[in-house]
């Protein structure tokens, strides 16, 4: 029995046979996926928004609204988070067995500094791209001087060597 090293192709290879002759033959390819589809089990979506705290079933510990002092709240957030850490040291050593409490609060402060930092992700690309956008901009500016003083350079050399000739 003869067994092939590799599978052969999948039929629709057929679909672009006469493409060299013709590339237009080939068929056109199949329109990018809008909403939500499943990938590997799981369910995705092609809006890029941030879902807010109450959809993944968590209470905001920071005031709603469009107007939030990130800076404000993200400090307000690490103080809680600390002084709830320092609290859950002293339920180990005291009450070990009241624990889990503490630490699903440890938890809710996490999601809400983890959900700030997210919203806070657009801005920062925005920064990051307008930063890398002003060093090519000087870059360029630096290219384009230097090439301006080497065409002097050039230049200069030039007449001091049609002057040369022009004196011989």
């Known amino acids: 029995m003869a067994t092939a090293t590799y599978p052969p192709p999948p039929p629709y290879y ?3 046979k006469d493409y060299l002759q013709n590339p237009k033959s080939a068929p056109e390819p199949p329109p990018p ?3 939500t589809y499943v990938c590997f089990g799981s369910n995705y979506t092609t809006d890029d928004v941030l879902p807010t705290l109450e959809e993944q079933g968590v209470r905001q510990l920071y005031p709603k609204g469009p107007n939030i002092d990130f800076k404000k709240e993200l400090r307000s957030l690490n103080r809680e988070l600390q002084l709830h850490i320092l609290e859950l040291a002293d339920v180990l050593v005291e009450r070990p067995s009241q624990y889990a409490r503490r630490v699903e609060e440890i938890s809710l ?9 997210n919203s806070l992700r657009p801005h920062q690309a925005r920064a990051t791209l307008i930063h890398i956008l ?3 901009i000087q870059c ?3 290219a384009v001087e230097d090439i301006k003083r080497r065409r002097e350079e050039a230049r200069k050399l030039l007449k001091e060597s ?6 011989n």
């Open 109 to 117: 402060i996490f999601k809400n500094l983890h959900h700030l930092l």
């Open 14 to 16: 057929r679909l672009y």
């Open 134 to 136: 002003e060093l090519q």
């Open 162 to 167: 049609i002057a040369t000739l022009d004196g």
């Open 33 to 35: 996926i809008e909403g």
């Open 140 to 142: 360029r500016k630096q």
